[in-house]
């Protein structure tokens, strides 16, 4: 299993960002998907999930409303919108199937600042 995260950066309070995850070595399309989210000193949080064929969502409250997760399974690729970006949301951000497996990538950094 490999999990190849990117997209982060440094963006300002309100700004937007896409997340990329490009995935091998598994059945991609036969796979819900997630995004997790890990700030510094504080526990890896869900963000977001997303299943197989149906590409049903569900989100952490504190990112409903802004974050969009969504796939393609032609391109074993799951994607994070971030919309209206907080400080708060600043952190590395993973991908991984779900329920999560053991199998981490490097993550990409998330930084909301002015």
């Known amino acids: 299993v490999q999990l190849v995260e990117s997209g982060g950066g440094l963006v300002q309070p309100g700004g937007s960002l896409r997340l990329s995850c490009a995935a091998s070595?598994?059945?991609?399309?036969?796979?819900?998907m997630s995004w997790y989210r890990q700030a510094p000193e504080k526990e890896r949080e869900l963000v977001a999930t997303i299943t197989s064929h149906e590409g049903n969502t569900n989100y952490a409250d504190s990112v409903k409303g802004r974050f969009t997760i969504s796939r393609d399974n032609a391109k074993n690729t799951v994607y994070l919108q971030m919309n209206s970006l907080k400080p708060d949301d600043t952190a590395a951000y993973y991908c991984n199937l779900y329920p999560v497996t053991g199998y981490w990538g490097q993550g990409t950094q998330v930084t909301v600042s002015s």
């Open positions: 070595g598994f059945s991609f399309s036969r796979s819900a």
